[in-house]
């Protein structure tokens, strides 16, 4: 008989929609989150009110559950660890979540399994003195001196939407941004001048078997993912090398769940790991309209023993678009919610967040389309919410 109960450490957009998911599969979600005005509480046949981080939190919720499963990676690994010892089980393994918590971490681990990526070094120390270290890989100390410009500055932890994230053009600005991060550890990497932004969601099961959705391109503007196409146009051979690493990297982290990974495509057809979230992800959106199984019912049919679902999408090509806060204001946007949602082919979805921000994820729109029409969608989206 298979698993009903799932316990879901963190309650923003990604419980939200996973939420939704466990509901046509008839599971019982239970989520751990700080705020009632968290967007999964609605859809939670139970929320516990607790920071993400929270332990103690996080054992009420086993009691009530029989697997537990991530929307997000800033958890208390050692607190985790020792629920984990008393027999509570965590879907991915926390073993499996724990070279991936940090920047600098999670660079070692694709250099140990082989995954192309970034050079890249961790800088440690005080600027300026003479116990500053940065370190390759091997942690062999390498000389600042001979660092070339432009590189990417990342913060090892709590990054996300490019928070964390700078572009460093010379070694005084990377001296500025390292003391505004108060000389904590940080990745040093290469710059990559990509070509294009790809991006794959690909689940594990609990009995090995990996499926990988199709690769989609991925678009930035400052750091922050603004749309996502599907599939990205791209050669069979980068299909197949993406396929490769998504699979090398789920087998050797004995995964049970989805994750999302991030890359680079060069000029010269090269592909490069940019990151890997242990979770359901953004550029996974797509999947809930244009797929057969969305990244939500996956990442809960592989953590509660379901047979995984097909990641094929049933139309030719999609585009997500994702609806970001562009003032401060308490408003819900209804009439170009109702403009958005009767575009033909499209899909809104709200996360219902009662507060909107610049730059704040407030919802994202999937337009089905026949491929053709790409530019002309997202260009229609982004004038009816932008203006
Ligand atoms: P976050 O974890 O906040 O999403 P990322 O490490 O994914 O941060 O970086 C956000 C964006 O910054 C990337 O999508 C990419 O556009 C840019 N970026 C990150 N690393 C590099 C790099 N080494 N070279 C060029 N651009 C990069």
Not at 85 to 93: D, Q
Not at 111 to 120: A, C, Y
């Amino acid at each position: 008989m298979s698993i009903k109960r799932v316990g879901v450490i963190g309650g923003g957009q990604l419980a939200w929609m996973m939420a939704m998911a466990a509901k046509s599969l008839g599971i019982r979600l239970v989520v751990q989150t700080p705020n009632v005005t968290d967007p999964a509480v609605c859809l939670a046949a139970e929320t516990v009110f607790a920071a993400i981080d929270d332990g103690v939190a996080t054992e009420q919720i086993a009691s009530r559950c029989d697997v537990i499963t991530f929307e997000n990676e800033f958890i208390n690994l050692d607190a985790l660890k020792s629920l984990a010892n008393r027999g509570i089980c965590f879907y991915p393994r926390l073993e499996s979540l724990a070279p991936l918590l940090d920047k600098y971490d999670q660079r070692c681990y694709f250099d140990r399994i082989g995954l192309p990526q970034p050079e890249f070094i961790s800088l440690e120390g005080e600027v300026g003195q003479q116990e500053l270290k940065s370190l390759g890989s091997d942690r062999t100390p390498i000389n600042l001196s001979q660092l070339e410009f432009p590189l990417v500055l990342k913060a090892r932890r709590q990054g996300y939407d490019g928070k964390g994230t700078f572009i460093i053009k010379d070694s005084h600005s990377l001296q500025e941004i390292w003391n505004q991060l108060d000389n904590q550890p940080v990745v040093l990497e290469e710059f990559i001048p990509f070509e294009r932004e790809l991006a794959v969601m690909a689940a594990r099961s609990v009995d090995g078997q990996v499926v990988v959705y199709p690769v989609v391109e991925t678009q930035q503007e400052e750091q922050v993912c603004r749309r996502v196409i599907a599939p990205a146009q791209i050669s069979p051979d980068t299909v197949a090398e993406v396929n490769a690493i998504a699979k090398t990297l789920l087998t050797s982290l004995d995964v049970v769940g989805v994750f999302g990974i991030e890359l680079f495509l060069t000029s010269n057809h090269k592909v490069l790991v940019n990151e890997v979230s242990p979770r359901t992800h953004n550029s996974g959106h797509y999947t809930i309209d244009a797929c057969q199984t969305s990244q939500f019912e996956q990442q809960l049919r592989a953590v509660v023993g379901l047979p995984l679902g097909s990641p094929q999408m049933h139309c030719p090509s999609a585009v997500m678009v994702n609806l970001l806060g562009y003032e401060s204001s308490q408003d819900d946007y209804q009439q170009k919610r109702q403009t958005l949602a009767s575009l033909p082919g499209a899909f809104v979805h709200w996360y219902g967040k009662t507060q909107s921000r610049p730059g704040r994820k407030l919802a994202h729109v999937t337009v089905l389309s026949d491929g053709n029409s790409v530019q002309e969608v997202i260009d229609k989206v982004e004038s009816v919410w932008y203006g």
